[in-house]
């Protein structure tokens, strides 16, 4: 079995189907052939036929695709980010950060006329430029950050969290027996602030040292970050704000992702814009509730969030639209390495096997919680 898309007679089957399977297959078959993937694509899709294209490398197609949309820009925050993408892959690089710009509404070093790669750091200020959107005596969120040879990005990480405009925070920042000098760089940067702790533990996976954080951790509230990503700096205070304005148990946003080469990247193709489990900001009572995450070395992320969901009730967990985190996109990183990332087919049936193992378990445990109640 090669793991490629079944092919179909497009004429055949695009009429027979549903708008919904259409549109599935198409995303599904772009990720293996997007220039085969846009004949399934219709007339006022061209959002994707604008994403199919930059994927496929035809840069003048893309464009033009994105000009038919140009209307709805406002609306549209996948349109902001394919423009840039498609900008950065032209070497348009200026472009790209005024499309950010527009989209990022906190993002306060894109003015510059550089017509450089971009690159995360782009998107750090110094520590304390933002005026604080709280007094120093609200509620400890406590930020657990997790690496593993993450010595290039780690500081870059640390930053963020430093540079956020809700003050009261602790870091706690964990080095999961990492080969180089991750370790180093956390304990350096932790002696020069008194909110940031270092650890370091034997390499047990990202799951299993967040759940030593969850058990390090003070603060009323408990968000994370990956050590190779970054907080834009109203992450906090949005999240936080969403919490106490719904009263919900848990939130999530979403991020957009660059390439180690200065571009925009869609790993799926479609959306750029994606939901960020990673995220997750949550009430002490929540963790308490739910417990410890999965100690999976992958995925144990969208594990948790179900877990909210039926210990707690489906509203429990807010999705929000904010883009509050990129993402660094990268060969070595858990979502692309060859037996655990979306590129490969092992590392895709590694994933679909954990999940169909965790949604029996939860129905296991739903029916147990429905008997209980008779």
């Keep these: 079995m090669t793991g490629k898309p079944i092919e179909l007679d497009v004429g055949h089957y695009r009429s027979r189907v549903s708008d919904y399977e259409r549109r599935q297959y198409a995303l599904a078959l772009a990720r293996h052939d997007p220039k085969a993937a846009a004949a399934w694509l219709i007339e006022g899709e061209w959002d994707l036929k604008a994403a199919f294209a930059l994927a496929a490398g035809d840069l003048a197609a893309g464009f033009a695709a994105a000009g038919r949309m140009s209307a709805d820009i406002k609306k549209s925050k996948d349109l902001h980010v394919i423009l840039a993408g498609l900008h950065s892959h032209a070497n348009e690089f200026q472009q790209s950060r005024q499309y950010l710009k527009s989209l990022l509404t906190d993002a306060r070093n894109l003015d510059s006329v550089s017509n450089s790669p971009l690159s995360l750091l782009d998107f750090l200020g110094q520590n304390g430029d933002l005026a604080p959107s709280a007094p120093a005596d ?24 430093l540079n956020q405009n809700y003050p009261n925070v602790e870091i706690i920042s964990i080095d999961d027996g990492s080969q180089d000098h991750t370790f180093e760089q956390m304990r350096q940067i932790a002696d020069e602030n008194p909110r940031i702790t270092a650890h370091r533990f034997a390499n047990n996976g990202a799951y299993a040292s967040r759940n030593i954080g969850l058990r390090l951790a003070r603060g009323e509230f408990i968000t994370f970050l990956d050590a190779d990503d970054i907080m834009l700096p109203h992450r906090i205070s ?5 919490l106490e304005h719904s009263g919900a148990a848990a939130t999530v946003s979403r991020l957009i992702r660059i390439s180690e080469d200065g571009r925009l990247a869609a790993p799926r193709i479609y959306p750029f814009v994606r939901h960020n489990p990673c995220s997750l900001m949550m009430r002490r009572s929540t963790a308490a509730t739910v ?53 490969t087919m092992a590392g895709r049936q590694a994933r679909i096997a954990y999940r169909e193992s965790w949604i029996r378990r939860h129905r296991l445990l739903a029916a147990q919680g429905q008997a209980a109640t008779l």
């Design 238 to 242: 949005s999240q936080l704000a969403a």
């Design 138 to 161: 609200g509620a400890l969120v406590s930020v657990i950050i997790c690496a593993y040879n993450a010595a290039p990005f780690i500081g870059a990480a640390l930053r963020s969290v």
């Design 291 to 343: 417990g410890d995450f999965d100690e999976s070395r992958f995925g144990a992320d969208e594990e948790y969030e179900h877990r909210i969901a039926l210990r707690l009730g489906k509203s429990a967990l807010l999705r929000t639209a904010g883009i509050h985190t990129l993402a660094l996109h990268r060969a070595g990183s858990l979502t692309q390495s060859p037996d655990s990332g979306l590129a």
